[in-house]
């Protein structure tokens, strides 16, 4: 197919050095709208492909925290291509809340010529169609302490004020070894580069198992942002950075704590019932050509064991605090079936 078809993958992926992207947009949603988008329901449409580790933090968040009446969502083709993330999944291929084909053009209804890259998760201004902002940062944290008077009857804390130290200390020590690493590791351009991020990744994973292996969840008795941020990539570990980022020392599934952590996170109301591993796979192995030339998408591994047993509740705990578990998948998000274990 042509590169207009948005079927060759992307061009630059696995072709030079990575470094990440502060978010060029950094505008917040605010309770007080003090940067001039105040906390609305039904005012934002939140941009995400569920491929992407950045943006299903999102997906979590939003879930939790019982916010799908009041910001709605949008999904993007997974694969993605030197244009933008587009809207195929979409009847006539465009978004049917913005009216556009690509995520792009909300980009540039909020700044022409921007020459940053086009990123996921993204919330943009449904009214005038213009992008909000791309810090993938800071939007989870102000969905569970801006959007507070939207959130459902019985949401989780996310992120409590007493513990906020410890959960942004984990965070960077996660972010920097773990959900970097992997990237840092997979677009290596030289050997040295590539074994410095690669041994970095599984030093970090070393030390959280160490740290999990006494408690439930990595800070306090309670789900946290700093568990929401590590499942992301402990999720699409064995099936995308074990292989095709080379991240290969040990796979999770032979990680004993880590394997029976991320399996308890998956099974929880809000985590798992986001995840589509169909997604993830075309993502990586088809979008990323410079790792990847031949497209090819591997059939394994094995997703049965993700529903067996765990046993993480011996170590106390509880998942939502005071609160409760989300309710049900809205029907036109579920996952459909074939994209599960």
Known sequence: MSRDDGDDGNTDYGRRAFKRSKAHFADRITADGRDGWPVEADRYRLVVSRACP??????????????????????????????????TLDEDGRDPVLGIRLLSEAYDRRESDYPGGVSVPAMVDVPSGQLVTNDYQQLTLDLATEWTALHRDGAPDLYPDALRDEIDEVMTDVYEDVNNG??????????????????????RLELLAGRLERQRYLVGDTITEADIRLFTTLVRFDAVYHGHFKCNRWKLTENQVLWAYVRDLYQTPGFGDTVD?????????????????????????????WQAPHHREELGGRPFGDGTPPGPVRAEERIPTAHTP
């Open 54 to 87: 950045w943006a299903s933090r999102s997906l979590v968040s939003r879930r939790l925290l019982g916010l799908e009446d009041a910001l709605s969502l949008a999904v993007a083709d997974p694969i993605q291509d030197d244009r933008s993330w587009r809207f």
């Open 182 to 203: 992997v990237y840092r590791a997979g677009f290596a351009t030289g050997q040295e580069e590539y074994e410095a991020a690669c041994s970095g990744v599984f030093r």
């Open 277 to 305: 591993f169909d997604h993830i796979k075309r993502h990586y192995y088809q979008v990323h050509t410079g790792i990847n030339p031949t497209r090819v998408v591997p059939l394994g591994p094995d997703p049965s064991g």
